[in-house]
Structures are given as structure tokens and as C-alpha cells.
């Protein structure tokens, strides 16, 4: 079956992120590249309000090497699309523009609720979902989305100020995640995901299969199965597949009781820690902790997949995706006539 090949450009609260991939008309993803570049805008914004200049030079240059991996891939649609940081710093549609300009076409700069439903497309493309309702969360940098439906329709969509990134820089955390910080993650997790609460009532039925994507989750999943299974090496930890994984309440609970009380160098020795993701751990076991006690949730179904995949199945309207979810416009730009000079 023919293919189009799609790149994703994620301009993250983390991180920026391409994706590309080789896409058929039945829903297939072939990979073909991923790169990334830890940029932490989150943090800096809600610290100060704002990108500071040094980190909008830092995107501008990741962007540019981005574009040019995008280039040599021969992609033929580039859907561009920024997230909460850039959607919340002060100087965020500037620094957009100087972005738009290396990328060569728009960039959709989501509301929360678009990305809540570009993620819940990707994630039950991903994992398995059937004609009851599901909840889907995806974790990110600078927000957490939350998305309600089955295999054919969007029930409802939420989006909180709860990223890793985010909150981070609102506590102004170091190293260690103090008792009176994770306190204040407790505390704002309860009163920001009401929203989350609220959606869930309308659809009780959806807790009882919760799906979690992003990559703080993924990388809790991965450190679970490491402290739980025998494997020959942290490497091999690092790079366990983790789709469809369960993550047992119980356990999100016990990885946010170790996590606190450890510090940097103790986090980076547990298995298949990685140190891009080290610093942000403990708020993100905190957050789900939290979550899934307050929602009533017996576990979270790990997905691969999430906002870039949703992307994909949106720009090119695969089967996937049925006509009563498009309702979200984000581009889809042919490649040749968007490359960058």
C-alpha cells in the first residue's frame, strides 16, 4: 500500500522533537527518524514568564538542525505544532515567528484542548480500545491532557497545568524533592485536575481503563520494570518496550514514596534511568500518584503513542480516525514548497 512520509515537529515544554514517518492509508507508522533536543522551556517560563533570550537562540539553532534531518529524510508533508510553553511564555508568538521562518510554514500553536485530542487519538491508535469509553492522559513538560471516548468518537477533552517542566520551575526545586515540595505537587495536583475529575463523571465508566502516555511515563514503566523483574543490564532497561504495560496504582505509589527521598546521583543509579529524565521524575510519580488516587484508578495502560502520532492520523485523516473527531486544524504542509533556505 502506498505511503506518505510525514515529519512532526514537537516544540515542546521539554523538549523539541521530530518525528518521521512513512504513513498508509490504513494507519501503519513506519518509522524512519527521531531527534531531540532538551530545551526545559517549561521551566524558564514559569519561573520568569517568559523564553529568556539564550534558550530562544538555543530553539531557533535546534530547529534549524531539525529542519535540515527533515530535508534529508525527503519528507513529503510537515505538520509543525507547539505546545504549552509557547503558549504561555509572553514572548511566545515572537519567538514563533523567528521558528516558522527556519520550518518554512505555520506552526499551530495548540490549545490545551487540541492537544488533549491529538493525544487521545494517538494513544488509542496505539493501544487498544473498543466501543466503551476510556480515559486518556498524556504527561507532559508544561501540561497534562485528558481525553474521554471510545474506538469512534471524542466524549470530552480537558488540558491542566500540571507538566513535569512546569512545575519544576514553579517550585523552583533543586536536586531534591523536599517533604513541603511534594506537599505543593500534592496540593496543586488536587486542585488543578478538578477539571479532570469533572470530565470523568460525565463518563464514570471510562476510570476503569485508563491509558498514560508521555515520556516521564513511559520512563517510570520502565524504571518499575527494573526494580521488579531480573534483567542482565540497566541498558537493557533503558530500552524495554513498554506499549501496553501496566502500571498498578500500587506501584506509582511506592515509585513516588522512593523517588522523594532521593537525590540526583541516587535516581541516576536505579535501572535504566536516564539523566535527561532524572531531574523530573519525582514531581511526575508525585502527579500520577496523585492523580490516580484522587480519579479512583486501579492502574494506567502505558501507550507509545500520543501527540505526534495524533498528528499524523489528523493531518493525513487515516482510518484511525474517524469523521466525527475532525476538529482540529493543524497543518499539513507539503514538504517542497515549505523547505526552509
Known sequence: MPTVRVAIFDLGS?????????????????????????????????????????????AVRTVRRLRTAADEAEVDVVVAL????????????????????????????????????????GQRAGVWVGSEPVLGLDLGGGSLEAGIGNALDVHAVTSVAL?????????????????????????????????IRSILAGYPAAGHRAIA??????????????????LPS?????????????LPAGQLHELADRLATLDLDARLALPGVQARRAPFLPIGAVV?????????????????????????????S????????????GPAAPASPARAG
Open 318 to 329: 487515516l482510518r484511525s480516525e474517524r469523521p466525527s473527531d475532525q476538529t482540529v486544524d
Open 14 to 58: 521539554s523538549s523539541f522533537h521530530l518525528m518521521v514517518v512513512d504513513a498508509s492509508r490504513d494507519g501503519v507508522l513506519i518509522p524512519v527518524l527521531r531527534r531531540r533536543s532538551f530545551l526545559h522551556l517549561g521551566t524558564e517560563v514559569a519561573r520568569t514568564g517568559a523564553v529568556p533570550g539564550d534558550r530562544a537562540a538555543s
Open 288 to 316: 500520577l500518584s496523585t492523580l490516580v488516587e484522587m480519579l479512583g484508578l486501579q492502574r494506567l495502560v502505558v501507550s507509545d503513542w500520543g501527540l505526534r502520532e495524533g498528528a499524523v492520523f489528523r493531518a493525513l
Open 213 to 230: 502516555s508521555g515520556g516521564t511515563v513511559r520512563a517510570l514503566a520502565r524504571l518499575a520494570m527494573g526494580l521488579h523483574r531480573s
Open 163 to 195: 507538566g513535569t517542566a512546569r512545575l519544576r520551575g514553579e517550585l523552583d526545586s533543586g536536586e531534591f524533592l523536599t517533604a513541603r515540595d511534594r506537599a505543593r505537587v500534592v496540593e496543586l495536583t488536587q486542585e488543578r485536575a478538578e477539571p
Open 82 to 121: 507547539a505546545t504549552a510553553a509557547l503558549r504561555d511564555a509572553t514572548n511566545g508568538q515572537k519567538l514563533l515567528g523567528r521558528l516558522e521562518r527556519v520550518i518554512g510554514c505555520p506552526i499551530t500553536l495548540l490549545t490545551g484542548e487540541e492537544e488533549a485530542r491529538l493525544c487521545f487519538f
Open 234 to 246: 540497566s541498558r537493557s532497561v533503558s530500552a524495554l518496550q513498554v506499549n501496553q504495560v501496566e
